[in-house]
């Protein structure tokens, strides 16, 4: 089914080989050498100016992407973002006109606990993505994004397999189980009502 049809009926949508050899191959050594150079930081929760360190809740580290500095691959990877968002205005009307996206390192033993990406008092926020840049992951490595129905029950498992793009309702529970091997991806949230730059 394409991505309208799988987030309209079960919440999420799973693309394989999502960019090109070269701009995924790009990509992961642009994350390895940001993190190498010392550019990461703790993620924390929460919103803006309230944000606040728990790594009882998440133990990753992120880099955000600037989207007025960006290379070819980032450029590719933005284009699709543009292209899902596109597609998701014109048949199911989201109103879909901001993006936002980070790079996400999960070192060994670090994870994400359940939770939603669609604040209670802020619903900006309304298709999750994540795309993974990890080749020939295995199940023995952990990091699977783990995704719940809206009554808690389990709804599918996702191997953070290299060159994978995942997106999701926002306000679909999940979580990122733990990790056993370094884990590189892309997260991104396709928003509404932004008031900076629109795609």
Known sequence: MSVVENIYQNGFHIIDNFLDEAHYQELRSLVQLLHDQGNFEPAKIGQQQNKVLNTTVRSDHIFWLDKEKTNPAIEAYFA??????????????????????HF????????????????ATAQERRISCVYYLNPSWQEAFGGQLQLYDHTDQPLTTILPQGNRFVCFNSDIPHEVRTAFKTRYSIAAWLKIRSMTHVI
């Open 104 to 119: 996400a390192i999960y070192q060994p033993n670090n994870f994400y606990k359940k939770h939603v990406d669609q604040f």
């Open 80 to 101: 699709g973002l543009k292209n899902i968002s596109t597609a998701l205005n014109e048949s199911l009307f989201l109103g879909l006109v901001d993006y936002e996206a």
